[in-house]
């Protein structure tokens, strides 16, 4: 609201006071850069996506540049077809889905007591957390504590050890603070509620933006890790797709198997070659689906949390 | 901690829990504290229960990793345990400063984040500021949604996707600089390309959302501002020299203090991605050796040592940038 009206008032400025000519090539400068800078970020992207959606033959000839040239959906086809792939697309939800929940669960759980004024202990509490974010016991003595608790190549392994994050505590706790009045806790005190209650009821249905961007915070980084996975897991069963997909992609790991002959091994080495584009696709299609509807509350989350840290 | 005069609705059991004001002034502030602690804890137990969870994750997953740096000192065998295992103070920092990799770790861990945060930090500024001098709704939001996309893939993919662009046979890069007649470069099979690689990436990756950041606090600064300089005429640069930048300062101070503090802690998950046996020689970084020595060679004790050093480091760069900035303008992470 109050950037329309401020925009309003601009443009309304710019016919009382004329934009001089030097100020118009700056102008113009600034969107050529703009430009430039939108061309530097699609033409990756769009090269990706073109790539997956070609023939492989193409693909290997290093043909394809900004439009699919001989359009197929074989590495679709082939990528849908992977057991492999997609045991790590379904492992990836269920880590994100159950990781979230844990996540978001847990974060309330500490940040909502955190923004109560009453809540004896609480800048203490909050030193505890922030310290965390100074000062780590590093990588392998936070191995030597999953290990001991018996969660080595589990699926808990993915959810449990990073489940809280500070900055989530931090951000939920603001919005907590700056928006739940004390006069609606007293009130609602008067009225016999408990403090759960009151959390429950009141609170929890009120603070519904900053909980579904935090929930999207914590889905989006679960759904993009790969690193809890490369040292907490063992079996291939357990993959997230980001590790299969740093076999296939990054280490080359695909295919080669059951080929019979040279025609019949180019043949796979030129699929493995198209499936990698369209694995990049599948794999960042659900976040990227997502992401501009969330991204102005994404911001507005992020801001929440610098206000006052 | 604030005032004990909240007059809080009685719910008739504790009479004499809760003394007049007046009395409870002029007692020593030690009982004070702890009669307010006990009363707390009395009044809003429910609270207090809904943080154990949260905070016994805190200790199991943050600090008892803390204490279990200890192996640092130790031979750790994992039949005695962090504790049980013997002592050997300073030995294993002893060996990792005296291996002859010590010196290119260091080097290539700081050289890899000066250039990284040299370069991420200025080019989110000048886009959030091209972005702000733009009224073009419709323009001004594609470039914003596009550049900030990359921000949601994930690593994997973003160096996937480098490898495949920088591809010697495939990649359109290679093609782009082969109509220049120059003959097509393996550039991650050469060390002296990989922190360019590593950089750019993460420019190209992150610049979209850094600008946000920096846009939100362009759009706070009083439109006031701006109108009279234009009335004194103004030119947009110097409105951007004069108020702009001033009014975006607090936050660059803020991003650039997290940056220069973290600057031994450069993430583990891109430049192990990034790295192929042929480009080692720059880039094999304390975190990435770290990984190897403690879970490919299962040195329990030498990979603590190593990552200990680097976090004691990294937390006073973090403290005496944080101080410096607070002395020379007034904002840190803290204030």
Excluded: C
């Excluded at chain 1, 990588?139 to 050890?161: C, E, F, H, K, S």
């Excluded at chain 2, 009479?15 to 009044?43: E, F, G, N, Y």
């Excluded at chain 2, 093609?175 to 990989?194: E, K, M, Q, T, W």
């Amino acid at each position: 609201m109050s950037i329309t009206l401020q925009g309003l008032r601009r443009t309304s400025e710019r016919t009382t006071i004329e934009e001089t000519r030097t100020d118009k090539i700056f102008l113009l400068g600034v969107k050529i850069m703009l430009w430039i800078a939108l061309i530097l970020v699609a033409v990756p992207l769009i090269y990706i996506v073109a790539n997956s959606f070609s023939s492989p033959s193409a693909v290997s000839a290093g043909r394809v540049l900004l439009w699919p040239i001989e359009p197929s959906l074989k590495a679709y086809r082939e990528a849908f077809s992977d057991p492999l792939i997609m045991k790590g697309y379904l492992n990836s939800f269920i880590y994100a889905i159950g990781g979230t929940l844990i996540s978001v669960t847990l974060t309330i759980a500490i940040a909502y007591p955190l923004s109560r004024r009453t809540f004896f202990g609480r800048n203490v509490i909050m030193s505890v957390l922030i310290f965390t974010m100074l000062f780590s016991g590093g990588l392998i003595p936070t191995y030597l504590v999953v290990q001991d608790l018996g969660l080595l190549n589990t699926r808990w392994a993915m959810v449990i050890p990073s489940a809280i994050g500070v900055w989530q505590v931090i951000i939920a706790r603001t919005f907590f603070r700056s928006t739940i009045p004390d006069e609606l806790y007293e009130a609602a005190t008067i009225d016999g509620a408990s403090d759960l209650r009151f959390l429950w009821s009141i609170v929890l249905p009120l603070s519904k933006p900053v909980i579904a961007v935090i929930a999207l915070m914590y889905a989006i980084f679960q759904w993009n890790s790969y690193f809890d996975a490369l040292i907490y897991l063992k079996d291939p069963g357990l993959y997230p797709l980001q590790i299969v997909l740093r076999n296939v992609l990054i280490l080359n790991q695909y295919g080669g198997a059951g080929a019979q002959n040279l025609a019949q091994q180019l043949e796979q080495q030129q699929l493995a070659n198209v499936l990698k584009y369209a694995l990049i696709v599948i794999s960042s299609l659900p976040v990227l689906v997502i992401y501009p509807f969330v991204a102005r509350h994404f911001t507005k989350g992020v801001m929440v949390g610098a206000v006052k840290g | 901690m604030s005032a004990t005069f909240e007059v809080k609705p009685a719910r008739g059991q504790q009479p004499a829990a809760a003394p007049p004001a007046a009395s409870t002034a002029r007692k020593p502030p030690r009982t004070t504290r702890r009669t307010q602690a006990a009363r707390s804890l009395r009044r809003h137990w429910q609270l207090y229960l809904l943080v154990v969870v949260p905070l016994a994750y805190f200790v199991i997953f943050k600090y008892i990793p803390i204490a279990n740096a200890v192996i640092a000192f130790k031979n750790y065998s994992p039949i005695k345990g962090p504790w049980g295992s013997d002592w050997v103070g300073f030995r294993n920092f002893e060996l990792f400063f005296q291996n002859p990799v010590f010196w290119t770790l260091v080097k290539n861990t700081f050289l890899l984040s000066v250039y990284t945060v040299l370069a991420s930090f200025p080019i989110p500024i000048i886009l959030a500021i091209a972005l702000n001098e733009i009224r073009n709704g419709r323009f001004k939001k594609t470039v914003q949604l596009v550049t900030y996309a990359p921000y949601f893939i994930s690593t994997v993919v973003v160096v996937s996707m480098t490898i495949l662009v920088l591809s010697p046979r495939l990649g359109f890069v290679n093609d782009a600089i082969g109509l220049f007649g120059v003959p097509s470069i393996d550039f991650l099979g050469r060390p002296d390309y990989f922190r360019h690689i590593y950089v750019w990436s993460d420019v190209w990756q992150t610049t979209g959302y850094s600008a946000v950041i920096y846009l939100a606090a362009l759009s706070g600064i009083d439109p006031a501002l701006h109108e009279s300089a234009r009335i004194d005429g103004a030119s947009r640069l110097q409105r951007i020299r004069h108020v702009d930048l001033p009014g975006i300062m607090p936050t660059a101070v803020i991003i650039l203090v997290l940056g220069v503090g973290n600057i031994m802690s450069i993430g583990f998950e891109k430049a192990f991605l990034l790295q192929n046996p042929l480009n080692t020689a720059q880039s094999e970084i304390i975190a990435t050796y770290v990984y190897k020595t403690g879970l490919l060679n299962a040195d329990f004790s030498m990979a603590t040592a190593i990552g200990l050093f680097n976090s004691v480091i990294n937390l006073f760069l973090l403290l005496g940038v944080n101080f410096a900035a607070k002395r020379i303008t007034g904002n840190g992470l803290w204030s």
